[in-house]
C-alpha cells in the first residue's frame, strides 16, 4: 500500500507543470534557510509579490520550506507546495500569468528553552514578506502556464530587497531604541526594543516639567504617525479608499496630520510624552505587549526597561498613576492586556475595536465549545465561518480562506499573519519549538487542550472575573472599550459577552466604559460625532484629553497634575 501511495505521489508531481529556480551567484546567499514563494498573477498592475490579499483580488500563491540552500543548486516548486487560494499547482487553470519568486529568509535562533527554531526577524519593515529587506526575488515574466504539461518552467533570483532607510530625529519626534536584557536572554542573540515619541509643545523651554505617558499601542510604526508640521500639499493627488467609499482619503489623512500639530502645540492641550511602542519580532510586527511562551517576557521587556528608559531620557513622571494606554484593534486588545496584567503600572486603558477580549468568540469561533475552526457542526451542512465583512454584512473572507493564505505564506506559524500571531501569543511552545497549533490548519479540528491554556493565560474577560478579588481595586474606573456593531472582524462579539462580565463584577464594581457605534466597522474608537474614516486619525487628540480629565479622579494625593499643563 506505502509504495503505491509513493508511485500517486510520483505520478501527479510529474503529471503537473513545476517551477524551477536557482540563485544568481552575484547575490552571494550562503546557504540561506527560509519559505520560497511561488506568485502568479493574472494582470500586470502591480508585481505578483504585492497582489496576495484575503479579498476577492487577490493572485496566487504557493510556498514551501527550504533548509541551507546550497549555492549552484536549485529548488523545485511542484505539487506539493502549499497554495491559496486555489490550494495545488495542478489545480491552476492554463493561460497565460506574470510569475514571480521570493525567498523570505530566516534566521536561525538558540532559545533559552533549549529549542533551535528558525525565524524571519524583523528587519525594519515590520514583517513584510513582500518588503523585507534582504529578501531576494526574480523579476517578474510573462509565462504561460499548462497544468498539464511535464515541462518546468525556470525561473532565476537576481534581486534584493535594500535596507529602509531609518527616520531621523526632528523637533517633537525622538526616536529610542534599547537592547533588551530579558528578550536578549530568552531570544539567545541581542533583541531590541524602541519606541517614536511626540515631544510636547514647549518641552525645552520647561527643563524642570516631568510629564505623563501616553502610550498608543498598534501595529509597527516607523515613525509618529499621524503628526505633521507642515499643511498638505495643494498639488496633491487625490486617491481613492476602496475601504471608506470616498475620493480624497489622503488629502483627508494630510489635513488632520498637520491639524493636530496645531493642536498639539496650541494652546490648552494637555502636555504629554506621546509614545509609540516598537516591538517587531521574528513572528509579527508586534508582539502584543505581553509575557509568552514563545516570544518571551515582551511585557516586562517594555514595562520595566524600555518605558523606565523613555522616562529617565525625557522627562517622565515615572509613576504607574502618570501613564496610559490606548490604541485600535491589535492595539485595543494590548491596551486593556498590559492595564489587567500591571494594574499598577498603567492609569487607564482606552481599547478600541480590540482583538478578541472572550475566546467564545475568537472572530466567530468559541474555542471551548466547537469543534473546528472552519465549519459549525452539522450531520450534512458544511457552511463556512465568515472571517471578514463590510459594514453591510457582505462576506469577503471565510476564516479557512485567511488561514489557508498564511498556511502558504508560512509553515509553524510563520507566516506574519494575523491568526499565525494570536497562535504565536496565546499558545504554550511545542515539542520543536514553535507555537503548539488551537486548531489544524488543513481541517480546522481545535486542539481543546491549547484552548484551556489560551483561557487560562490569556482569555482576558475570564482572567479579570477570576483575579478581580486581587485586582479589581487597581483597576476600578479604568477600562474603557469601544467596538463598531458591524466591525469588519467581528471583533464587536466577543466586546458582547465581556460586557456581560465587567458589568456584574462588585467589591468593588468596575465603573467601566463599553460602547458601541451602530453600523460601524473596524476601527471604531467611540467617538459618535464623526464617521469612521476621521475618528480612527485621532486616537491622540481624543483619548489624551479624555485621560487629562479622567486622573484628577483618580491620581494619588499629593501627585502633580498642574506643572505640565501649561
Known amino acids: 500500500m506505502k509504495k503505491l501511495l509513493f508511485l500517486l505521489l510520483i505520478f501527479s508531481s510529474a503529471s503537473a507543470q513545476t517551477f524551477r529556480v536557482k540563485i544568481d551567484p552575484s547575490l552571494n546567499q550562503p546557504e540561506p534557510d527560509g519559505r520560497l514563494l511561488l506568485l502568479l498573477s493574472k494582470n500586470d498592475k502591480a508585481e505578483p509579490r504585492f497582489q ?55 534566521e536561525t535562533f538558540h532559545l533559552k528553552t533549549g529549542q533551535t527554531v528558525k525565524l524571519p526577524m524583523d528587519r525594519g519593515e515590520g514583517q513584510h514578506w513582500n518588503l523585507a529587506p534582504g529578501n531576494i526575488y526574480s523579476a517578474p515574466v510573462k509565462i504561460h502556464f499548462d497544468p498539464a504539461s511535464t515541462n518546468e518552467i525556470q525561473l532565476n533570483i537576481t534581486k534584493i530587497i535594500p535596507p529602509i532607510k531609518q527616520p531621523e530625529d526632528t523637533k517633537y519626534i525622538k526616536h529610542i531604541r534599547i537592547q533588551s536584557k530579558l528578550l536578549t536572554e530568552f531570544w539567545g542573540r541581542p533583541m531590541f526594543i524602541g519606541a517614536n515619541i ?76 506621546a509614545v509609540e511602542i516598537q516591538h517587531a519580532n521574528p513572528y509579527y510586527d508586534d508582539s502584543y505587549a505581553v509575557n509568552s511562551a514563545n516570544l518571551g517576557p515582551y511585557g516586562d521587556a517594555i514595562t520595566y526597561e524600555l518605558i523606565p528608559e523613555i522616562e529617565k531620557q525625557f522627562r517622565g513622571i515615572g509613576k504607574g498613576w502618570a501613564r496610559f ?134 482569555d482576558l474577560t475570564h482572567i479579570i472575573k477570576r483575579d478581580w ?53 473596524h476601527c471604531w474608537n467611540g467617538d459618535h460625532t464623526q464617521p469612521n474614516y476621521i475618528s480612527r486619525l485621532r486616537y491622540h487628540q481624543m483619548f489624551i484629553k479624555k485621560w487629562a480629565e479622567e486622573v484628577k479622579t483618580r491620581a494619588p494625593k499629593g501627585a502633580d497634575l498642574k506643572s505640565w499643563r501649561y
Open 52 to 106: 496576495v490579499s484575503d479579498g476577492a483580488a487577490t493572485q496566487l500563491i504557493f510556498g514551501a520550506d527550504v533548509e541551507g540552500w546550497k549555492p549552484g543548486t536549485t529548488q523545485l516548486v511542484d505539487v506539493q507546495a502549499i497554495g491559496y487560494p486555489i490550494e495545488r499547482l495542478k489545480d491552476v487553470p492554463a493561460g497565460d500569468y506574470y510569475v514571480q519568486v521570493l525567498l523570505h529568509k530566516y
Open 198 to 273: 511626540l515631544l510636547p509643545a514647549g518641552f525645552d523651554e520647561h527643563p524642570n516639567v516631568k510629564y505623563p505617558l501616553a502610550i498608543f499601542h498598534g501595529h509597527f510604526p516607523p515613525d509618529f504617525d499621524g503628526f505633521s508640521t507642515t499643511p498638505p500639499d495643494p498639488n496633491m493627488k487625490p486617491d481613492t479608499s476602496e475601504r471608506f467609499r470616498i475620493s480624497g482619503y489622503n488629502k483627508i489623512v494630510a489635513q488632520e496630520a498637520y491639524d493636530f500639530y496645531k493642536q498639539w502645540t496650541g494652546p490648552g492641550f494637555p502636555r504629554v510624552l
Open 325 to 458: 494606554v490606548y490604541g485600535g484593534s491589535t492595539g485595543g486588545w494590548e491596551s486593556l492586556a498590559v492595564q489587567v496584567f500591571y494594574p499598577n503600572e498603567y492609569n487607564g486603558c482606552y481599547a478600541a475595536c480590540p482583538d478578541p477580549v472572550d475566546f467564545h468568540h475568537y472572530t466567530t469561533i468559541d474555542i471551548y465549545r466547537d469543534k473546528n475552526a472552519y465549519y459549525p457542526e452539522s450531520d450534512f451542512k458544511k457552511t463556512p465561518r465568515p472571517a471578514e465583512r463590510d459594514y453591510l454584512g457582505n462576506v469577503m473572507a471565510t476564516i479557512k480562506e485567511v488561514n489557508q493564505n498564511e498556511f502558504a505564506q508560512g509553515s509553524r506559524s510563520r507566516s506574519g499573519g494575523q491568526f499565525d500571531i494570536w497562535e504565536a501569543v496565546f499558545s504554550p511552545m511545542d515539542a520543536d519549538g514553535y507555537p503548539k497549533r488551537i486548531f489544524d490548519k488543513n481541517t480546522g479540528a481545535i486542539d481543546t487542550s491549547v484552548a484551556r491554556y489560551w483561557r487560562d493565560n490569556f
Open 469 to 521: 478579588p486581587k485586582i479589581g481595586s487597581s483597576l476600578k474606573g479604568k477600562i474603557h472599550i469601544y467596538v463598531g456593531e458591524m466591525d469588519t472582524y467581528f471583533l464587536n462579539d466577543a466586546v458582547y459577552t465581556a460586557e456581560d462580565v465587567l458589568k456584574k463584577l462588585d467589591n468593588p464594581n468596575c465603573d467601566c466604559v463599553i460602547d458601541y457605534g451602530a453600523r460601524a466597522e
